[in-house]
Each structure stands twice: as structure tokens, then as C-alpha cells.
């Protein structure tokens, strides 16, 4: 399926996007409903998203040949109040299978929490794996973590993927590559002195914890119990700002957030500090979809290749 083409739901500031292209992908649609996130999709990718995707009927979305969508986690978040498909943002799931009975695309993949999976003991997953099946799909999930991606981040999500044609047998990646933080941290003498956490936050650190890593992130959780590790916790779009300190002492840089998502240098930021921060925490591990998405460009080309061989 070299040269596929492909469109962008829930789209943030292109996760999807970024993996896709870099394997011969065409982005024909994509949609995102915050403001900010559109301005920075439409910086860096020359297309502009459409905003909310109940408002787009099946008409206005081209034929594609893969769908791309981390749909609204905060229904199924650890961090949300995990009401599920009782949540309005949850039933944003059904708009994904709207167009994917509309368009039939020939793979899909999906990207959520990792708490999705066990949502409601496993009954939402059930209820999603049900109704992708129902529209025609041979469907996979896995729970895989971006730390075994290269990128020194623990960030642990549930991924779908789905193929119209049944013949296809997938395996998810299973890529143990430790990303290293000195690849990901710019040097302190580079990063503005506003990044720097207050001494009166620096000093409570210091007390309370000593870490045997160098570099690391210092992380505190809701409890105030501080961990550090050669690698970050998980980003999150609306954690406090003291989150995570990069050896207890500064905040990541935008920039530095961006690479801990797989974002390349080239990556144009159009937005502020918060707005960044946001959206990188908002955002999708660039490097584990593009193993996933290869892995099924394999799997369904051999699918092809075999096929063939029958028919000769």
C-alpha cells in the first residue's frame, strides 16, 4: 500500500500525521475541534483541519485507505472520571465507526488510553471490538508502551487496528528500544531561566528525594511522593506545572516535550508555552504508531502477495 492515502480524526497536533507521511502516506482530511491545535496542525502539515467532526457528514470525507483517530480519552483516563460511553465525549468513538461504515477504508488504527482496555471489567472494549467487527473488520488491540519505541517516556496506551480484508494476519511490534534522555534534553545553559522551578519548589524537592539517575525526571504524584527515573512519566495536557522536573530543577521546554512524543526538530511551534505543553500531552507517540502502521502495511502486503500466488 505504498502511497496510501489517509485521514486525520481527532487530529491534535498530527501524531498520525507525522507516521503516516514518513511511510508514503497522502493526508486527504483531518479533523480537530481545538483552536490552537488546528493553527499548529495547519503550520506544520499545509492543511487545514476541520473542526467538529459530528458536524462533517460522510459526503464531505474522501475515500481513504486508512483511518487514523486517537479519539477523547478523558471518559476512560485514570486522571478523568472514567464514565465511559456515559460521557458524551466517549460516544465520540461512534462517529469513528460512522465513517468507517461509510467509507470502508482498508486498515485502521486507533490510539487510546491504556485504561480503556479494562474500562468497565472490559466491557467497553467489548462494545468497541463489537461494533468495528460488525461493520466488517478484522480487528487486533494491544496495550503498548512508547518506551519501547526509543522514546524515554512511559506512556502505556491502547492501541486498535483493523483490516477489511480477513485474510490478513497482523502481529503488533514487539521493538525493545530504550530511548536515551541526553538525546531528548536541550543543555540548562540553553533553556530559559522561566522553565526553572522556584527555590522555595527546588528546596522541597531536594529534601524529600535523591535520585540515583542522571540525568532523570523527578515525578511527583497526587500524594506528593516523588519518584525519578532515566526516562519521563507520561505527559499530561492538564497536569500541574511542577509535574515533571528534569533533574528536579526545571519544567521540559516545549521542544522537549515534543521530541519525548517523536516529534522531529522540524516541527514549527506556532503556539505558546501552554498551548504547546498541552498538546504535546495531548498527543500521540510518533514512533510507536509508525511500527504499528508499518507492521501493518507489512501484514496486509503479504496478505496481497499470498493472494496472488493462489490465483497463479
Not at 465525549?89 to 461509510?102: K, Q
Not at 485502521?108 to 485504561?115: D, I, R, S
Not at 509535574?243 to 526545571?250: A, D, E, K, S
Not at 507492521?295 to 496486509?300: D, G, I, R, V
Request: glycine residues 8%.
Amino acid at each position: 500500500m505504498a502511497n496510501f492515502t489517509f485521514i486525520d480524526l481527532f487530529a491534535g497536533i498530527g501524531g498520525f500525521h507525522q507516521a503516516a507521511h514518513s511511510l508514503g502516506g497522502i493526508c486527504l482530511f483531518a479533523s480537530e475541534i481545538d483552536s490552537e491545535a488546528k493553527r499548529a496542525y495547519a503550520a506544520n502539515y499545509g492543511l487545514e483541519p476541520y473542526g467538529d467532526i459530528t458536524k462533517v457528514s460522510n459526503d464531505e470525507i474522501p475515500c481513504h485507505d486508512v483511518l487514523f483517530a486517537g479519539f477523547p480519552c478523558q471518559p476512560f483516563s485514570i486522571i478523568g472520571n472514567r464514565l465511559g460511553f456515559d460521557d458524551i465525549r466517549g460516544t465520540l468513538f461512534f462517529e469513528i465507526a460512522r465513517i468507517l461504515e461509510a467509507k470502508k477504508p482498508q486498515l485502521f488504527v486507533l490510539e487510546n488510553v491504556k485504561q480503556l482496555s479494562r474500562h468497565n471489567y472490559g466491557k467497553t472494549m467489548k462494545t468497541i471490538v463489537y461494533t468495528l467487527e460488525n461493520i466488517g473488520y478484522k480487528v487486533y488491540w494491544n496495550v503498548l508502551n512508547a518506551l519501547d519505541f526509543g522514546l524515554p517516556q512511559k506512556r502505556e496506551r491502547t492501541i486498535i487496528v483493523g483490516f477489511l480484508d480477513h485474510s490478513v494476519c497482523f502481529s503488533f511490534p514487539a521493538i525493545k528500544t530504550i530511548g536515551k534522555l541526553e538525546d531528548i534534553l536541550q543543555p540548562d545553559e540553553e533553556v530559559d531561566l522561566k522553565h526553572f522551578a522556584s527555590s522555595y519548589i527546588l528546596n522541597k524537592r531536594l529534601a524529600a528525594h535523591s535520585s540515583q539517575y542522571y540525568p532523570s525526571i523527578w515525578h511527583e504524584n497526587k500524594s506528593g511522593n516523588i519518584s525519578s527515573y532515566p526516562y519521563s512519566c507520561a505527559l499530561r495536557a492538564g497536569a500541574s506545572y511542577n509535574y515533571l522536573l528534569v533533574n528536579g530543577q526545571r519544567r521540559l521546554t516545549p521542544r522537549e516535550m515534543l521530541r519525548l512524543q517523536g516529534f522531529p526538530d522540524s516541527f514549527q511551534i506556532v503556539c505558546n508555552d501552554s498551548q504547546t505543553r498541552k498538546q504535546a500531552g495531548n498527543a500521540v507517540p510518533v514512533n510507536m504508531i509508525k511500527s504499528v502502521l508499518q507492521e501493518a502495511l507489512n501484514a496486509k502486503a503479504e496478505a496481497q502477495r499470498q493472494q496472488g500466488e493462489r490465483a497463479i
